[in-house]
Every structure is written in structure tokens, then in C-alpha cells.
């Protein structure tokens, strides 16, 4: 796969998770997150939305996610979801 093919890829994740947030806080009225943000500490995420963000996630991959013990910090932000769970070779 491309670069820009990974890139739009990311993007277009990026969007479909937003947009995912702002459906599980709809009475919230934050801006998106950008790539970086923790989304934990700023509101975006908890844990409930994590369960559907799982849920999500794996509809969306077409599989099931595998989770170890140190998963947590993989949800932190829009990039390592992204890096660790949709990109290819992650462990998603």
C-alpha cells in the first residue's frame, strides 16, 4: 500500500472515530480531537465508550481485537489506534 493510500486510509479513520465520539457525548460540544490528543484526559473517552469503540473497531476491521494488558495505552490517542490496531501490520 502507498503512502498516500495509508495517509487518506488514516484520515478517513480518523473521521469514522470522531465521529464515533461525538455520537457517545452528543450532549458534549468539543472540538475533534487532533491526531495526538489524549482522549482519555480530555473527555473524548471513557470507559463505556471504550466497549464501543472496541465494538467498533473490530466491525469495522472485520475481526476480532485481541487485547493484552497493556492495551490502555493504545486507546489514548487517534494515531496509536490507528497505528496499532488499523494499520496494516498492526496487531489489530
Given amino acids: ?15 469514522s472515530v470522531t465521529a464515533l465520539l461525538r455520537d457517545l457525548k452528543p450532549e458534549r460540544d468539543f472540538p475533534d480531537p487532533a491526531p495526538d490528543t489524549h482522549l482519555w484526559a480530555e473527555g473524548y473517552l471513557d470507559s463505556l465508550g471504550m466497549l464501543e469503540l472496541i465494538y467498533f473497531l473490530e466491525e469495522r476491521l472485520g475481526g476480532e481485537i485481541e487485547l493484552s494488558g497493556d492495551f490502555l495505552p493504545t486507546f489514548f490517542t487517534l494515531r496509536s489506534i490507528y497505528e496499532t490496531y488499523a494499520l496494516p501490520g498492526g496487531r489489530g
Fill in 1 to 15: 500500500m502507498s503512502n498516500s493510500a495509508i495517509n487518506a486510509d488514516r484520515e478517513e479513520f480518523y473521521a
